[in-house]
């Protein structure tokens, strides 16, 4: 399971875990129909609380990104992964829109973000 917390994170668990499964399921990582690890089961690899990954599950059902199976457990969806893109459009367009409001309070110039973006890329 591609999910991995962190306690310096400043997200609360639940988004965590939340954003962690959404992202795998936009990358393709888990693919339509496969099955979750169970509430408990990922609660106890996570050393976290059930309510924390009931929370998370209950979060992706309510976005369609997974679904319920009473007996059965939790199924990744069938979706649309050109809405999860465009919904990751918008989130990073406000993470760049707070980094150019923080650069320009320092006089970093747009060329210089250029760059910087540049040598993110070839890394």
Known sequence: MPVAISPSNPDPLYKQVTD???DAVAAGELKPGATLPSIRDLADELKVSVIT???SYADLEAEGLIV???GLGCFVAQVDRD????RKLTEVRAELGRTVASARQFGITRADVARL???IEEV
Request: glycine share 0%; aromatic share 0%; hydrophobic share 25%.
């Open 53 to 55: 990954v009931k929370r």
């Open 20 to 22: 962690q499964l959404r």
């Open 83 to 86: 809405r999860l893109r465009e």
């Open 68 to 70: 319920t199976r009473p």
């Open 117 to 119: 973006l540049s040598e």
